[in-house]
């Protein structure tokens, strides 16, 4: 049994406040892409689920999410299903904003519900996909684009963009974890701990709500580069993640000025991202930066890609 788990870019990330069970409350919007990993569910050949990881390094085989999500099922069943072999072919960089990790979790979780024959009931799938991690529902219900709120779990689907997108993705060697970005958010920003969990912005306009405005409003690939061009900063973790990695300064403004584009980062980063009019001219423009043998690309892997996957149009090296 296979699966393509895709990956997603934030387009915003609006940090609203701490929240007492130490997660940050956020208002964000997803847009999926077509950058994905390939996943096969096969009968165990042991007495242990086994995974094997090939691909891209650094996705760790212990504690993976996609066995997580085995073990979710069985406890949530209650029924201890035979072992499986799983192989995860990494094309997503991990712990790079993309939301691999979890979009694998999401993928496993439905396959091995196939695989073993049971139906997680309609009411009990959201928490359990959330349970795994906060990005997981969005994958698990296999939405083109979200509002996102809560720490991650209120999803509200948005409806496709008319027209073609392209994404032009670079992931930057540096490794930046998601809790180490959030924590030096605080140290930077201390922002308020919401002890009844109403943020205090949600009642002002922001960028996530003219988005997600625009979303409603059918928007056209037009619209959301227009947008993406003459935003203020979308994501507010980005001052925590340049503390955390202040070459990201350096290769973001190398990028704009090179592409003559705004460049934008996704989630806890490292990634940064750029809409193009068209897959083929993200493919055009990401070959133009690798001929102009830029330093502030060294060891980046660049993913010029649409938003249907499943296999990237142009990739470098
Ligand atoms: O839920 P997930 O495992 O994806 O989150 C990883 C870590 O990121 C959390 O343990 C927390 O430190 C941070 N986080 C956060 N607020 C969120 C989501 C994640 O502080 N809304």
């Not at 359990?128 to 709120?149: I, K, Q, R």
């Not at 392209?166 to 140290?187: F, I």
């Not at 994501?235 to 584009?261: F, H, I, M, Y």
């Not at 830029?294 to 149009?313: F, H, K, Q, R, Y």
Request: negative net charge; contains cysteine.
């Amino acid at each position: 049994m296979h699966a393509r788990p895709q990956a997603k870019v934030n387009l915003t990330l609006e940090v609203l406040g701490r929240r007492p069970d130490g997660y940050h409350e956020l208002r964000s919007i997803f847009l999926r892409i077509g950058l994905c990993d390939r996943l096969t569910l096969t009968p165990g050949a042991g007495p242990r689920d086994q995974l094997v990881v090939t691909g891209l390094p650094g996705t760790p085989v212990d504690g993976n999410l996609v066995l997580r999500a085995l073990d979710a099922l069985r406890a949530h069943a209650g029924v201890d299903f035979p072992p499986l072999d799983v192989t995860l072919e990494k094309h997503i960089p991990a712990a790079a904003g993309l939301g691999g990790g979890s979009s694998d979790c999401a993928s496993a979780l439905r396959l091995a519900q196939t695989a073993w024959g049971v139906r997680v009931a309609r009411r009990d799938e959201l928490p359990l996909a959330e349970s795994l991690g906060s990005d997981v529902p969005f994958f698990y219900f296999n939405m083109a684009a979200a509002s996102v709120s809560g720490r991650g779990e209120n999803l509200s689907w948005l409806p496709a963009i008319h027209g073609e997108i392209g994404v032009l993705l670079v992931h930057p060697p540096a490794r930046l974890s998601t809790p180490s970005v959030y924590a030096r958010y605080d140290g930077l920003d201390a922002p308020p701990l919401l002890r009844h969990g109403v943020p205090a912005k949600t009642a002002e306009a922001s960028e996530e709500n003219d988005l997600e405005s625009m979303f409603w409003d059918e928007i056209t690939s037009n619209d959301l580069l227009t947008w993406a061009q003459s935003t203020d900063e979308p994501n507010d973790l980005w001052p925590a993640a340049v503390a955390l990695e202040p070459s990201l300064g350096g290769l973001r403004s190398d990028l704009e000025k090179k592409t003559r584009r705004r460049w934008l980062m996704t989630g806890s980063g490292p990634t940064l991202f750029s809409l193009y009019p068209s897959p083929q001219e993200a493919v055009e423009a990401g070959r133009r930066l690798v001929s102009a043998e830029s330093e502030a690309l060294g060891g980046a892997i660049i993913n010029a890609v649409d938003l249907t996957g499943p296999e990237p149009l142009w990739r470098y090296p």
